[in-house]
């Protein structure tokens, strides 16, 4: 089991579903490849979620789950968005230093996932995550989390 180490203040929020798809082994080969078409979902888990909060209203407009695979030694990012008018953004990727990572993102709401990074063992992810106003430019929830 993994060890959870927060940079920034957060809650737990419900795990959703998992989509189903073939077996798959674990490999750097599984690294920017899409989680659903390599089968590497089939028993992925939530390792933690939590709300994106906008700080300039104090709303909860949002959510992340940072997900992992045994089967595949990799990690990815679910990210969930509610209020039309946004950017939703966030990255994952090996370590504390950002670079290399993989991203999901969308205007107004909506979902996206990114593509895995290969984080076997007791690898640490750091994912990060923020929300633009389209309309003004203005960043309005930026966060970071240090995964262990």
């Not at 968005?81 to 953004?89: D, K, L, Q, S, T």
């Not at 107004?108 to 996932?113: E, H, I, P, Q, R």
């Not at 995550?129 to 389209?134: G, Q």
């Amino acid at each position: 089991m993994r060890k959870l180490t927060k940079f920034a203040a957060g809650g737990a929020i419900a795990a959703t579903a998992l989509l189903v798809a073939p077996s798959a082994h674990a490999s750097d080969y599984h690294h920017g490849r899409d989680p659903i078409a390599t089968g590497c979902t089939a028993g992925a888990y939530a390792i933690s979620s939590w709300p994106l909060v906008n700080t300039r209203y104090n709303q909860v407009q949002g959510s992340i789950q940072l997900m992992y695979s045994p089967n595949c030694q990799t990690n990815w990012i679910n990210l969930y968005g509610n209020v039309n008018g946004n950017e939703y953004a966030a990255g994952i990727f090996v370590g504390s230093v950002p670079g290399g990572g993989m991203h999901a993102g969308f205007s107004n709401a909506g979902s996206d996932y990114s593509l895995m990074v290969y984080a076997p063992g007791s690898t640490c992810v750091t994912v990060g995550s923020n929300i633009t106003d389209i309309q003004s430019g203005v960043v309005e929830m930026n966060d970071s989390r240090y995964f262990c």
